[in-house]
């Protein structure tokens, strides 16, 4: 079997009340075991404070573990990172503002060693007609492209994403996933943490749930929603069916009827999701009993 491209072995982070709280120490993550292989495209979904940066973190050697172990590609994240193997877009990090979009391109890929690279990720990250723009001029979406491109300079075997599309509009959202999804077609494997549920949803082929600092599902994504999001069927009623407060209910009542000789029964009509899912999973043991 080839190399994981990670493997976290009961992966333990611990931090220090904050000072004057005397209260114990927080445990964000909390004895995780998780294997990706290559070419996966994993979401990190959690609500705030479930852990998800402290392991991405991890993941990229910017912070010790307390316990347990991560490998990239089996060595330590800081290998993998200075191999060039794993590169990441997070949600801190600064870009020089008075750099255009090409130069701050060109320093980095300097830095790697890879200025033949220049060209190529300004084009998949979308900035060929950015390029020759000041970075203070950017909207907060087009920086987080930048970003990206930033992250694909050392043709990384891994990338990480922190809250990848934040700032981006629907379509800029849409190319960012297009690109991504193109990527992982040639085999680069994808890790990424997000609030937004329907990109794991869309995006993602696994999805690991996590909250206080745990993982709480870790399936193909279409597998969690079916599990706890519920199955649903969905339909679009014909147009006179659907009044403004709503479906008409002797029309559904009508499509009982029929539906029943099919052996269909409690037809209802709602929505499966991953949402459902995550509430589900995340809620703390006392919102699960209200
Ligand atoms: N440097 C730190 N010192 C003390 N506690 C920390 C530190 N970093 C994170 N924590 C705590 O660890 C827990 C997990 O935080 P983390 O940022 O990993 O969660 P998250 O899932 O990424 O949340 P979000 O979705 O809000 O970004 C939280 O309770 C947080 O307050």
């Not at 909390?30 to 940066?53: C, H, M, Q, S």
């Not at 089996?74 to 949600?91: D, I, K, N, T, Y």
């Not at 077609?185 to 690991?208: K, N, P, Q, S, W």
Request: hydrophobic share 45%; net charge negative.
């Amino acid at each position: 079997m080839s190399t994981p491209a990670v493997r976290m072995n009961a992966l333990t982070k611990t931090f220090a009340a904050p000072v004057g709280s005397h209260g114990p120490p927080v445990k964000a993550v909390d004895a995780v075991d998780l294997t990706i292989r290559p070419g996966e495209v994993v979401a990190f979904l959690g609500p705030n404070g479930a852990g998800k940066t402290t392991t991405v973190d991890m993941l990229l050697g910017l912070t010790e573990p307390t316990s347990g172990s991560v490998e990239v590609y089996g060595v330590s994240p800081r290998r993998a990172v200075a191999a060039g193997r794993v590169s990441a877009v997070l949600q801190t990090g600064g870009l020089l503002p008075d750099f255009t979009v090409r130069e701050t391109v060109r320093a980095v890929a300097a830095l790697h060693g890879r200025p033949d690279r220049v060209d190529h990720v300004l084009e998949r990250a979308g900035l060929g007609e950015l390029a020759g723009r000041l970075v203070q001029a950017c909207s907060g979406g087009e920086q987080q492209r930048l970003k990206f491109a930033l992250a694909l300079v050392p043709d990384p075997d891994l990338v990480v994403l922190d809250e990848p599309t934040t700032g981006m509009d629907v379509g800029a959202r849409r190319d960012f996933w297009d690109t991504m999804r193109a990527d992982a077609a040639a085999g680069r494997t994808i890790v990424f943490a997000t609030h937004y549920l329907a990109e794991a949803d869309e995006f993602a082929d696994r999805t690991v749930l996590m909250a206080r600092g745990r993982i709480v599902a870790d399936a193909p994504t279409v597998e969690v929603r079916a599990a706890y999001g519920g199955r649903s069927v969905t339909f679009r009623p014909p147009p006179e069916a659907v009044h403004p407060e709503g479906v008409d209910p002797a029309w559904l009542e009508q499509v009982r009827d029929r539906l029943a000789p099919l052996g269909v029964t409690d037809l209802d009509v709602s929505s499966a999701s991953l949402e459902a899912a995550f509430l589900a999973l995340t809620a703390t043991p006392e919102e699960a009993l209200r």
